[in-house]
């Protein structure tokens, strides 16, 4: 099996697992579900260091995209705090 397909697997299998406990546990909001998603596949990219140079940036830079995703939920939550108190 190659380093790639060991890649894919292994966040497949995350997703699946995390979506699994997460949908159990009666969780129906897609910020969790998202949250979730992106810590997964950060550190699974971090893990995978060995892959090729080209295709470390490409998920670098999705990397920065789903990290700004995470940072603007954390931002609304923030917001809805404040707004409550």
Known sequence: MTLYNRY???????FFLS???LAAYGQ??????FTVYVIE???????????DPRARRLL???GYVLFG???VIVA??????????
Do not use: H, R, S
């Open 19 to 21: 979506t699994t406990v």
């Open 28 to 33: 129906d909001k897609l910020d969790a579900y």
């Open 76 to 85: 609304i939550k923030v917001a809805q705090i404040l707004k409550g108190a």
């Open 60 to 62: 670098d830079a999705m």
């Open 8 to 14: 894919l697997l292994t966040l497949a299998v995350l």
């Open 41 to 51: 596949y950060l550190v699974t990219t971090l893990l995978f260091v060995y892959l």
């Open 69 to 71: 995703g995470f940072l």
